[in-house]
């Protein structure tokens, strides 16, 4: 079962693409559950595009406020499947000019 732990910290109105990108979460092999949880340190601050392969499953969710930052995010954003052949693509991007932390879990759980 792989699992991304980060927290990720945006200056003004940055773009990440890709946060998994290499990472061997990344790919799907086989039917595979997939979790996403993350919160955020300034409400509205930023948001969060998953995909698998060509399927939107999220598109500009905004992760929950939580000002004391715990040492895992438990707000479930996403728990969707990712059918074989597919890549995960996990896309961040601060919205309003200002400084923000993301937290963030990524879970990937085969399926049998």
């Known amino acids: ?5 980060r927290d990720h910290t945006f200056t003004a109105n940055q773009i990440v693409e890709n ?13 595979s559950r997939v979790k996403l949880y993350a ?5 509205a601050n930023a948001s969060i595009d ?12 905004s992760p929950n406020l939580q000002a004391t930052a715990g040492p895992t ?14 890549n995960i693509t996990f896309r961040l991007e601060e919205l309003v000019g200002g400084t923000a932390i993301v937290r963030y879990r ?3 759980h085969a399926i049998r």
């Open 1 to 5: 079962m792989p699992v991304v732990r």
């Open 19 to 31: 946060v998994v990108e290499g990472m061997p979460i990344q790919q799907v092999t086989r039917p």
């Open 39 to 43: 919160v955020c340190s300034v409400v």
């Open 50 to 61: 998953l995909m698998f392969g060509s399927r939107t499953i999220l598109t500009r969710g």
């Open 73 to 86: 995010p438990d707000d479930l954003i996403v728990d969707d499947v990712a059918l074989p052949g597919e």
């Open 106 to 108: 990524l879970e990937k």
